[in-house]
């Protein structure tokens, strides 16, 4: 049997900062201070697994070693084999995140055997009092920072933003960030989990002990550039614009009034993440699969033709991603 666009379930995680806004993408959380939905990852111990058609239960690093350059693409099956090279989140933020950095590919593979973590942020919805920290003020040094670190003092030393709906960020590996409180963001990045903490509010976890801090890995990885514009800039109301073309990962954002065909897609794996409205997607000529809000859908590279339908009344918007 052949492929077709593939939709995993969703992998639900406790975090110390999460919110309730993952509801309103469909996601069945229970419990309290559910702060992301790993959509589609490869990341050991938390491997995505299918929900839809006849490969239902089947793990997403299995398919990629049965069914190789087919699902994911040729260039990209040279390249990393049987892992799936990005990680696609959902995150909701009751409270603030920790400050914190990533490594890139060198400092990763080098410390951890692992890919770096270079991420974009797209805002599905922001409360209006919610904040970003993107990187620093001006003529910070290490030094300074550091000092301020030692003192607890951080007056004058993190940019921050004041996000909208809408708003893309991208957080190449090295630039400090944090997200605010009542955020929820789609998150795309590269496939990996390493994450340096350096600053966490001084709070403390369901078990009353404060979560570790990595400050000496950290010093090896910031970069203190200063950033003139943290905003990727596009026209929100573009029916296809580009949001992030990175060597990472390349994000499309598209307005779906009735229906859009894609014509001889290129040689990589695309993933749909779907941002608002319902209907169907069409592949091989006479097959379709029911889309919605909050799903994130795996296109194989072997099929070339898709076509978006919206429902009557339901205009969909999604972000298209692919290497």
């Known amino acids: 049997m052949s492929l077709y666009p593939l939709i995993f379930y969703p992998s639900l995680h406790y975090r110390i900062w999460g919110g309730n806004k993952l509801k ?7 419990d309290d201070k559910i702060g992301e939905s790993w959509e589609i990852s490869s990341v050991p111990n938390f491997i995505s697994k299918v929900s839809n058609g006849f490969l239902k239960d089947r793990e997403l690093t299995e398919l990629i070693n049965v069914y190789k350059e087919d ?3 040729s260039d990209v099956y040279n390249k990393f084999g049987n892992n799936f090279p990005l990680l696609i989140k959902f995150l909701d933020t009751h409270e603030p995140l920790s400050v914190q950095v990533h490594p890139d590919d060198i400092y990763g ?4 055997n692992s890919w770096g973590k270079t991420e974009m942020w797209y805002v599905i919805d ?6 970003i920290i993107l990187g620093f003020e001006k003529n910070m040094t290490q030094e300074k920072f550091f000092e301020k670190l030692n003192a607890n003092d951080f007056d004058g030393v993190f940019r921050k933003v004041y996000p909208k709906k809408g708003d893309v960020f991208y957080i190449p590996a090295g630039r400090v960030h944090a997200l605010g409180k009542g955020l929820l963001i789609a998150e795309i990045q590269q496939s990996s989990d390493i994450t ?3 600053y966490d509010y001084d709070r403390l976890d ?3 002990k404060k979560r570790e801090l990595h400050i000496e890995e950290a010093k090896a990885v910031i970069d203190f550039s200063y950033i003139e514009n943290v905003y990727s800039t596009y026209n929100p109301q573009g029916l296809n614009e580009c949001l ?8 499309n954002k598209h307005n779906i009034a009735k229906n859009y065909i894609f014509k001889d897609l290129p040689t990589s794996f695309k993933i749909f993440i779907l941002l608002e409205g319902r209907g169907s997607m069409s592949y091989n ?3 379709s699969i029911f889309i919605e809000k909050g799903q994130s859908i795996l296109i194989p590279a072997c099929l070339k033709n898709i076509e978006i339908i919206s429902e009557k009344d339901s205009p969909i918007t999604f972000l298209e991603v692919y290497l």
């Open 196 to 198: 340096y903490r350096i």
């Open 206 to 208: 369901k078990n009353g």
């Open 126 to 131: 922001a409360d209006k009092d919610s904040e």
């Open 109 to 112: 593979k080098k410390h951890h």
């Open 24 to 30: 309103t993408l469909g996601k069945k959380v229970s």
């Open 71 to 73: 699902l994911v693409g």
């Open 285 to 287: 000529q006479n097959q």
């Open 244 to 251: 992030v073309h990175s060597p990472y990962f390349n994000v």
